[in-house]
Every structure is written in C-alpha cells, then in structure tokens.
C-alpha cells in the first residue's frame, strides 16, 4: 500500500486481493469505486493482506489511485507478474472504471 494508492493481485483462481480497509489502508473513492465495479463485473474479491512474495508469483497485480485510477503492475523487484504485461482482468477493470468515469463525469 501506498499513502495515495492502494495493491491488488489477482491469483491464480481469479480471485481478486486487496487488503481490508482498516487504520492501515487508504479506503478512498477509486477503492470503494472499483469494489462496486468488480461486483457488477462478477469477479470475486478477497480482502486480506498478501506478501511481496505472493504478488511476485500472482497471475496479475495493479495499483489503483485517484490519478492513475487502475494501473497495471508488470514486473516487481525486476521479476515480470504472470507474463510481463498487463492482464486481462486489469484490463478489464481499467476499461470498466475509464467507462463509468467518463459516463459520471468523475470518479465513482
């Protein structure tokens, strides 16, 4: 976690990881915004705390913020995350969130 953007993974089920919002999370409106857009989306989401070690090997890992909104992680420590480019979940969910901004006029 950043002090302005919060980590994500996605395993190797799917499932969607983000740690839960408590005095050491940023719980902003990109966050609450995407959790509301991974439910409509159908994507399962898990919060709990997950290591450097397991987003090193996870299928995919982003960051999300309020100026970034969803940004795709490649590589960590210069180790690529599943194959080295963004993934289609962080893709989608980019596409999902670039959307409903757009639709909005500002960030959900």
């Known amino acids: 976690e950043g002090t302005s953007s919060n980590a994500w993974i996605v395993t190797s089920a799917g499932e ?59 590589s960590i420590d210069g180790a690529p995350i599943g194959n080295g480019h963004p993934g289609s979940i962080t893709r989608q969910l980019r596409q999902a969130y670039d959307a409903y901004v757009a639709a909005q006029g500002a960030a959900p």
């Open 16 to 74: 969607v990881v983000t740690r839960q919002a408590d005095a050491g999370i940023l719980n902003g409106v990109t966050r609450l915004g995407l959790i509301g857009l991974l439910q409509r989306q159908g994507l399962r989401l898990v919060e709990r705390p997950f290591s450097v070690a397991e987003a090193k090997s996870a299928r995919e890992a982003f960051l999300t913020s309020t100026t970034n909104f969803v940004l795709p992680v490649v």
